[in-house]
């Protein structure tokens, strides 16, 4: 399920039941500009605490042109002077704050499937996609076709990658990628890139850098980026990899904060279990072998300390790069086959 | 053939990420804990129940060995376990410095989750903020701004921004903000939605936070978590330590640095309490720290530069049921935690304690004691004398959500393993670096006099004292070191009890100072480090 929250005031075009696409406008609002006050009191010609009974409204009350914000009840009555919010009264100098509405703006809910619920705050939607959750993420929700950026789960994403064939699409990288790579990317209109792991310095740089943009009025449409397995140079598990390449050119769905993927007319994604027992596909979540996926090919009957010295409950994993290593099973996760068997 | 018969009570602690159980059983007349095991929360309960079988049946009564399910099975269940879910909280405040950060500070400490932190000074526009508040999936909304000696503006448009964002019934409006506006904030929302507290910030030079702390903690408790709050972790952990205080007549401040949140209860020797919940305090929350990073790499200096630290606590806070495999990544969790430990003690500050109790996988399971007493060494700063222990079995939390009549027998039923000893540690600051910072003198009963130790100041000795062992101590700190209490005299005597560490003498200040340069700077960690690993070995 997924829910659209809904601005104060915000007109809704859809009913429940009906079929969403990505792209297609929920509902439409007109967000406020800069706050401004408006004389209440004087014109009622009463003191400002007096006033404060005569408000026709309340704080978060959507005003038109020319409709009533206060009345004294003898004929007196203050008006918007143009379509407002109200967003409070001074009962000390007897003024409103009112902030201007703007152009109307279309609310996307960025992923497809069925209206379950309308109401005054939020729009939710029963999503058709596979989900792929993350571990993190940054920036907002944005659609596009999958596109595959690099050739192996644990390759870089690199600048060079990211060409005019890349706008509005979400980009599939491997291991990570420069703070440059993804300042590049935004500046080329990718609409997101789904990756293994990230350096946190260079996600937060790049933040940064959107950041200062956007104060100067630098950084115009949405971006996100979603990190699949953590952070550092951590590859995408090739499992994944493998399903993300056989849906490249399927319509997806990013929510960068939420860290989740949406991919629609797609087969389950691999799935995840806590516990891996023996002979399962694992994947491993800890330096030196985070992101590395290999088979568990037995669990030791006693616990076992790691370099660090952590005693824990271990098992030995057969990594797909010819490694073998005793890690805790705490630190591996399973991936179950996909057709079950 | 006699069938043997035996009895067994299971205390159980289930986290967010963690889940940890121990077994106590009578071993030759006498209850101990005879089989503990700590997993990720996520593999579920008949795991837990499989890893304590495995370990009964290594180690315990062999004649029992096929009966141990169906002891489990029937034994006494002694529960706590981290509340399901986190009371979110949106903050709206004039200034990020000012009122913004004592609100923060005051409901992350009061157990909220800050969601949503907007001033009117964080470069937004106007929409930007409607538009983020409105978005915002919160149980209930704090105000702030503005001093009480004025009518801000800017106050009241921080509530007014709250009151247009906000849906009607959309959770309870905390105003803690310029007392002189509360009229006029209580009439923008509807009736019986806002409530008004002392202001946090009442001036630009004075922080007041306690009432709004404890508004807050008892809005969380009626609208969020009306759970059985015996068994919730919070307060059988501090149920638990009241106990000890009351027990040991002790003054008794303790940490519990879980995955996601922390707890600090400081319990008086008549076993009143005081706790704050900081729910973003935990691991997990590391990387939310400003500066984290940078701070962590400076204080391990062992664990990579800053940009490598970065994605440790990350990692952390997206993996919190993971385990540190790499030496490098055990030192920045472990700095992680000595750096949180000290933001929980520093807010409110601690007076000096007689014992300092660690809990918590990151503390209770470090693979070394010595690890363990220097998070709470450096984390807590005790100034003076103090025992340091940790809740190496993780019973405290279980053992609290007994009843006032059954957890002093609980308390003495597990004597031995209730809480594991590291030593006690001798803390002083003040001093020239290089100069004496104070002699002290180990007079252990039975054994010979020995010489005075005398500890240079930035210097960390360990002195053999194990557990059970007693010392008598001699201390004669040098002009301008203090340990704390006012002196009457130029020598202090005071009572030393041993554990898996020793006696710690520290004469690195409080708060520590460290080298400017990097290579002195890890080098003097280095030392420290050493001298507390070398004499626990030791004595091990």
Known sequence: ???????????????????????????????????????????????????????????????????????????????????????????????????????????????????????????????????????????SAVHGELRMAVHEPGEELRAGAIDVGATGRIMVGGSRASAETLTRARAMGVAGIVLGGVLDKELRDFEATQVRRREVGGVRGDFAIVMISGFGKVGLDAALFAWFQSHEGRLASLFGAAARIYVYDADPPPARRALARVGDRVIAHRRPFAGLGGELVRVLDLPHATPAGVTARSGLVSFEDGRSAIVPLANLEAMEPRDGG | MTEISTELALLVDVGSAWAKAGVIGRVRGRWRLVAHAAQPTAWGPAELRRSLIRQLNAAGDPRLADRYDELLASANRIECHTARQPGRLAVVAVSRELSGSTARRAAEA????????????????????????????????????????????????????????????????????????????????EGGAASAVANARPDARREEPGPLRDRLQAILRQSVAPEDEAHLSTIAFTHAVGAIAADGGLRVLAVDLGARGGVRVVAEADGTTSTTVHSSGGMAGATLMAGAAGRVARLAGDAGDEAAVADVLQTLRARPASLPQTPE???????????????????????????????????????????????????????????????????????????????????????????????????????????????????????????????????LLVAPLGRGQEAELLIEPAAGVSLGAPRRSSRIEARATGGAVGLILDARGVPITLPRRGDDRRAVLAGWRDALMRETERIA
């Open chain 2, 329 to 459: 990544e055990l030192s920045a969790t472990q700095a992680a935690a000595r750096m949180l430990i000290g933001a929980m003690v520093e807010d409110p500050a601690t007076d000096p304690v007689d014992l300092v109790i660690g809990a918590g996988l990151t503390i209770s399971g470090a693979p070394h004691p010595a690890q363990a007493a220097r998070m709470l060494l450096d984390g807590v700063r005790p100034l003076g004398i103090t025992q340091l222990a940790v809740d190496s079995g993780s019973v405290l939390g279980p053992l609290g959500s007994l009843g006032d009549d059954e957890i002093g027998e609980g308390m003495t039923l597990l004597a031995d393993d209730l809480l594991l000893p590291l030593g006690t540690a001798v803390v002083c600051r003040g001093g020239e670096p290089g100069d004496a910072a104070m002699r002290v003198t180990v007079h252990r009963s039975g054994w010979p006099t020995p010489s005075p130790v005398e500890v240079r100041v930035g210097q």
């Open chain 2, 110 to 189: 009061a157990g909220w989750q800050v969601t949503e932190l907007v001033t009117l000074d964080d470069g937004r526009s106007l929409a930007e903020r409607l538009a983020t508040l409105q978005a915002a999936d919160v149980d209930a909304w704090l105000v702030a701004g503005g001093f009480d000696d004025a009518r801000s503006p800017r106050a009241l448009e921080a509530a007014a921004l709250v009151a247009s964002a906000r849906m009607p019934d959309g959770g309870p409006v905390i105003w803690a903000g310029s007392a002189q506006l509360t009229n006029e904030v209580m009439l923008l929302f």
């Open chain 1, 1 to 139: 399920m997924h829910r659209v929250r809904l601005p104060v005031g915000a007109t809704t075009l859809v009913e429940i039941g009906h079929g969403v696409e990505p792209a297609e406008v929920l509902a439409t609002s007109r967000p406020p500009g800069g706050g401004t006050s408006l004389q209440v009191a004087s014109r009622l010609r009463r003191s400002a605490a007096e006033a404060v009974d005569l408000l026709s409204v309340r704080p978060g009350t959507v005003l038109e042109a020319g409709e009533r914000l206060a009345e004294d009840g003898d004929g007196r009555e203050v008006l918007a002077p143009y379509a407002c919010l109200f967003l409070g009264y001074d009962a000390d100098d007897g003024t409103a704050l009112i902030a201007p509405l703007g152009a109307t703006e279309p609310i996307l809910g960025h992923v497809r499937g069925e209206v379950t619920s309308v109401g005054a705050e939020a729009i939710e939607i029963r999503v058709t996609g596979a989900l792929v959750a993350g571990v993190g993420g940054s920036g």
